[in-house]
C-alpha cells in the first residue's frame, strides 16, 4: 500500500541484511516512524509492546527474528529455546506459533552451516505468501461488495472493527483486502471505523489507512454500530481475526461479539476474513478454548492524543484507585458468522466446510 503515494510495507529488511525494520505503530496516526529490530529479543519486545501486531504481521515478524537468532547461533538448542522464547510474546494469535513452528521444521532438518540463509529465506517467503494470500482474500471479498453495490443506489456501507489492515500484516490486510479492492475497481464505498477501545487501533490506524488510500470513511463510538444497524446503515461488516478453531468460532479483538450480535439481530451480514494459517484445527471448541491475552489495566485508564499545541500526550482518564480488568480479546461464535474468506474462497464457519477445505489444500 501507499503511504502519501509512496510504496510501503509495515515491515522491510535493512540494507545489511541483518535486521528488519517495522512501523512503530504506537506513534501513528501523528507520527510515521521505522524501528530497527536486529535480535530475537528485539523482536519480542516489539510484539509484546506492540510495536507491532495484527496475527499475520506478528507472525512474520517472529519468523525474522527466528532468522536473526540463525545468523548468531544456529544449533538445536539456540533455534528451540529461542522458538519457544518468541511464541511467549503473546499468548492468543495462533499465526505467532505457525510461522515460528513452520521456520524451526524447516531449518532443522539442514546441516547447521546452511541453516542461517535457509532461515532468512524462509522468513522472507513467510512474508511473501501473507502478501499473496491478503490479495487473494481481497479478490473473493469483492465479488461480496459488488453484488451489494449491483443491487443498491448509493456507497456499499461497511462496518469494521480494531485494524484488519495493511499495517496488520505485510501488504493488503485481511479485512480491508476487499474494501482496498473495490475503491480501485471504482466501486463506491463508505466504511464506518470503530473506534476500538482500549488502544483504539480503528480510530488511530485504521482511519489513517483508509485516508492514505483514499476511501471515504468515518469513525464512530464503538457502541455505535448496533445503532447504525438498525437503521439500515451498514450493509455488510467485515473484521479480521487472531484464531479460528475448528468449529468455526473466531477470536478477534474485543468488541467483535458484540457487533455480531447487533448484526445477527439486524440481518446484516457478518464476514471474518481469516487467512487459513489462522485457523487452528487442533482446538475443538474456541468459545472455551481460545487463550485470550490479559493486558495491563493502564492500556483502560489512560489515552494518547495530540493536543493543540501539537503535542502528543497520555492522559488519565478514570479516578485514582479505579482498578481496569483489560481482556483484548472476545470470541464470537460460529452460529453468528455468515462465512469465512479466506484465499480460497468463502466457507461456511462450520466444522465440516473447514476441514474440507484444508483437506482440498493438502
Not at 472455551?288 to 492500556?299: A, L, T, V, Y
Request: charged share 20%.
Amino acid at each position: 500500500m501507499k503511504v502519501n503515494g509512496v510504496s510501503l510495507r509495515p515491515l522491510r529488511p535493512l540494507p545489511d541484511g541483518r535486521g528488519i525494520e517495522v512501523i512503530d505503530q504506537r506513534r501513528l496516526p501523528f507520527e510515521l516512524q521505522m524501528r530497527p529490530l536486529r535480535s530475537a529479543r528485539d523482536v519480542f519486545v516489539a510484539i509484546r509492546e506492540m510495536w507491532v501486531r495484527g496475527a499475520p504481521l506478528i507472525g512474520a515478524v517472529a519468523a525474522y527474528g527466528l532468522a536473526m537468532q540463525a545468523r548468531k547461533d544456529a544449533s538445536d538448542v539456540a533455534l528451540r529455546n529461542t522458538a519457544g522464547f518468541l511464541k511467549g510474546s503473546r499468548p492468543t494469535a495462533v499465526n505467532l506459533a505457525w510461522a515460528v513452528d513452520r521456520l524451526l521444521a524447516h531449518v532443522l532438518v539442514l546441516p547447521e552451516s546452511a541453516r542461517a540463509d535457509a532461515a532468512w529465506a524462509g522468513a522472507e517467503a513467510i512474508a511473501e505468501e501473507d502478501v499473496r494470500v491478503n490479495e487473494a482474500i481481497g479478490r473473493h471479498g469483492l465479488l461480496l461488495l459488488q453484488a451489494i453495490a449491483a443491487r443498491k443506489p448509493g456507497p456499499v456501507n461497511l462496518l469494521t472493527h480494531c485494524n484488519a489492515g495493511w499495517l496488520a500484516t505485510v501488504d493488503w490486510g485481511t479485512a480491508t483486502s476487499p474494501i482496498y479492492q473495490a475503491h480501485a475497481a471504482g466501486i463506491a464505498v463508505h466504511v464506518w471505523v470503530d473506534e476500538t477501545r482500549p488502544r483504539n487501533q480503528g480510530a488511530s490506524l485504521t482511519a489513517w489507512e483508509l485516508g492514505q488510500a483514499g476511501v471515504p470513511h468515518t469513525v464512530i463510538a464503538d457502541n455505535a454500530g448496533g445503532h447504525l444497524m438498525q437503521h439500515g446503515r451498514v450493509d455488510l461488516c467485515i473484521v479480521g481475526c487472531d484464531r479460528v478453531a475448528a468449529n468455526g468460532d473466531a477470536c478477534n479483538k474485543i468488541g467483535t461479539y458484540l457487533k455480531a450480535l447487533a448484526a445477527h439481530d439486524n440481518g446484516v451480514p457478518f464476514l471474518v476474513a481469516m487467512p487459513t494459517s489462522t485457523l487452528d484445527l487442533a482446538l475443538a471448541d474456541g468459545v472455551h478454548g481460545i487463550p485470550i491475552e490479559e493486558r495491563s489495566g493502564r492500556e483502560l485508564t489512560h489515552v494518547s492524543g495530540r493536543t493543540s499545541a501539537g503535542e502528543v500526550v497520555e492522559v488519565q482518564l478514570t479516578p485514582d484507585g479505579s482498578t481496569a480488568a483489560n481482556p483484548a480479546f472476545d470470541v464470537t461464535p460460529a452460529r453468528l458468522i455468515t462465512g469465512l474468506i479466506t484465499e480460497h474462497g468463502v466457507v461456511a464457519a462450520e466444522a465440516a466446510a473447514l476441514h474440507q477445505l484444508m483437506e482440498g489444500r493438502r
